[in-house]
Nanobody, 120 residues
Framework: VRLVESGGGSVDAGGSLRLSCESF????????IGWFRHAPNEPERVASI??????VYADSVKGRFTISRDKAKHTLYLQMDKLKPEDSGMFYC????????????????WGKGILVTISS
Protein backbone atom coordinates (compact mmCIF):
# COMPACT_ATOMS: atom_id res chain seq x y z
CA VAL A 1 0.00 0.00 0.00
CA ARG A 2 1.29 3.44 -0.91
CA LEU A 3 -0.15 6.86 -0.28
CA VAL A 4 1.32 9.59 -2.47
CA GLU A 5 0.64 13.24 -1.72
CA SER A 6 0.85 16.07 -4.23
CA GLY A 7 -0.23 19.67 -4.61
CA GLY A 8 1.79 21.38 -1.92
CA GLY A 9 3.72 24.58 -2.44
CA SER A 10 3.99 28.19 -1.39
CA VAL A 11 1.26 30.81 -1.45
CA ASP A 12 0.55 34.12 0.23
CA ALA A 13 -1.76 34.36 3.20
CA GLY A 14 -5.36 34.33 2.09
CA GLY A 15 -4.60 32.12 -0.87
CA SER A 16 -5.64 28.57 -1.69
CA LEU A 17 -4.06 25.21 -2.35
CA ARG A 18 -5.47 21.79 -3.10
CA LEU A 19 -3.68 18.71 -1.84
CA SER A 20 -4.20 15.30 -3.37
CA CYS A 21 -3.45 11.84 -2.01
CA GLU A 22 -3.53 8.94 -4.39
CA SER A 23 -3.58 5.45 -2.95
CA PHE A 24 -1.94 2.48 -4.63
CA UNK A 25 -2.51 -1.17 -3.86
CA UNK A 26 -5.24 -0.45 -1.34
CA UNK A 27 -7.42 -3.56 -1.05
CA UNK A 28 -9.90 -2.30 1.54
CA UNK A 29 -13.36 -1.01 0.81
CA UNK A 30 -14.13 0.26 4.31
CA UNK A 31 -11.51 2.48 5.85
CA UNK A 32 -10.62 5.73 7.49
CA ILE A 33 -8.58 8.23 5.51
CA GLY A 34 -7.52 11.77 6.14
CA TRP A 35 -4.97 14.54 6.37
CA PHE A 36 -2.75 14.98 9.39
CA ARG A 37 0.08 17.05 10.75
CA HIS A 38 3.18 15.87 12.63
CA ALA A 39 2.80 12.27 11.48
CA PRO A 40 3.66 9.57 12.24
CA ASN A 41 4.99 10.17 15.75
CA GLU A 42 2.61 12.85 17.02
CA PRO A 43 -0.14 13.03 14.44
CA GLU A 44 -2.80 15.69 14.68
CA ARG A 45 -5.93 15.46 12.62
CA VAL A 46 -6.56 18.18 10.05
CA ALA A 47 -9.55 16.44 8.45
CA SER A 48 -10.65 12.86 8.04
CA ILE A 49 -13.37 10.70 6.52
CA UNK A 50 -14.45 7.65 8.50
CA UNK A 51 -15.97 4.37 7.32
CA UNK A 52 -19.51 5.80 7.57
CA UNK A 53 -18.44 8.88 5.59
CA UNK A 54 -18.44 10.99 8.75
CA UNK A 55 -16.13 13.96 8.26
CA VAL A 56 -14.20 15.50 11.12
CA TYR A 57 -12.24 18.74 10.92
CA ALA A 58 -9.81 20.28 13.36
CA ASP A 59 -11.33 23.41 14.89
CA SER A 60 -8.53 25.50 13.40
CA VAL A 61 -9.53 24.66 9.82
CA LYS A 62 -13.31 24.55 10.03
CA GLY A 63 -14.86 26.80 7.41
CA ARG A 64 -11.60 27.09 5.49
CA PHE A 65 -10.65 23.53 4.49
CA THR A 66 -12.76 20.93 2.69
CA ILE A 67 -11.92 17.23 2.51
CA SER A 68 -13.32 15.07 -0.26
CA ARG A 69 -12.52 11.93 -2.18
CA ASP A 70 -13.00 10.32 -5.52
CA LYS A 71 -13.27 6.59 -4.88
CA ALA A 72 -13.05 5.73 -8.58
CA LYS A 73 -9.70 7.53 -8.78
CA HIS A 74 -8.54 6.26 -5.37
CA THR A 75 -7.75 9.85 -4.51
CA LEU A 76 -8.33 12.01 -1.46
CA TYR A 77 -8.34 15.79 -1.66
CA LEU A 78 -7.96 18.69 0.73
CA GLN A 79 -9.08 22.06 -0.56
CA MET A 80 -7.47 24.70 1.59
CA ASP A 81 -8.80 28.26 1.35
CA LYS A 82 -8.09 31.43 3.33
CA LEU A 83 -4.71 30.03 4.23
CA LYS A 84 -2.84 31.47 7.20
CA PRO A 85 0.89 31.45 7.98
CA GLU A 86 0.20 29.11 10.90
CA ASP A 87 -1.08 26.51 8.39
CA SER A 88 2.49 26.11 7.14
CA GLY A 89 4.16 22.74 7.57
CA MET A 90 4.10 19.17 6.41
CA PHE A 91 0.77 17.57 5.61
CA TYR A 92 0.48 13.80 5.65
CA CYS A 93 -2.10 11.50 4.15
CA UNK A 94 -2.97 8.66 6.50
CA UNK A 95 -5.24 5.67 6.28
CA UNK A 96 -6.47 2.92 8.55
CA UNK A 97 -8.36 -0.32 8.01
CA UNK A 98 -11.77 0.12 9.56
CA UNK A 99 -12.82 3.07 11.70
CA UNK A 100 -10.46 5.94 12.44
CA UNK A 101 -8.53 4.95 15.57
CA UNK A 102 -8.70 7.00 18.74
CA UNK A 103 -4.93 6.83 18.92
CA UNK A 104 -3.75 8.29 15.64
CA UNK A 105 -0.28 6.83 16.17
CA UNK A 106 -1.82 3.45 15.35
CA UNK A 107 -2.87 4.47 11.82
CA UNK A 108 -1.87 1.70 9.41
CA UNK A 109 -0.46 3.72 6.55
CA TRP A 110 1.18 7.09 6.02
CA GLY A 111 2.35 8.98 2.99
CA LYS A 112 5.72 10.70 2.97
CA GLY A 113 4.13 14.10 3.43
CA ILE A 114 4.07 17.28 1.45
CA LEU A 115 5.17 20.77 2.39
CA VAL A 116 2.84 23.75 2.51
CA THR A 117 4.32 27.21 3.06
CA ILE A 118 2.16 30.26 3.65
CA SER A 119 3.78 33.69 3.53
CA SER A 120 2.42 36.58 5.53
Amino acid sequence: VRLVESGGGSVDAGGSLRLSCESFGYPYTSYCIGWFRHAPNEPERVASIDTDDEIVYADSVKGRFTISRDKAKHTLYLQMDKLKPEDSGMFYCGSHRGNCPLRLTTMDYWGKGILVTISS
